[in-house]
């Protein structure tokens, strides 16, 4: 892959919606190089959550992550791509 590619997965009623993004997350697992889980923390855990991950491999692959992820309800997915030269 000659892009550096990150996607940023927002996720609405996490506790809801989570396993099945967890399980393309496992599926395409060798393809995401690193994964960060974020979410507000006040007085309890919130519903909503912020996933950031960095791809690996096969570009094709890694953008079909992000299809199937932004095709599942209550998951939003933005990417961000460096290209290097």
């Not at 892009?3 to 395409?28: C, M, W």
């Amino acid at each position: 892959m000659n892009n550096h590619i990150i996607f940023g997965v927002h996720i609405t009623d996490r506790f809801k919606h989570v396993p099945e993004a967890q399980s393309l997350f496992t599926e395409y697992g060798c393809n995401i190089k690193m994964r960060l889980g974020l979410h507000e923390v006040e007085n309890k855990c919130s519903p909503n959550g912020l996933i950031l991950l960095e791809m690996y491999g096969d570009e094709a692959r890694c953008l079909e992550l992000a299809e199937k992820l932004a095709a599942l309800e209550g998951l939003e997915v933005q990417k961000m791509v460096f290209t290097h030269d």
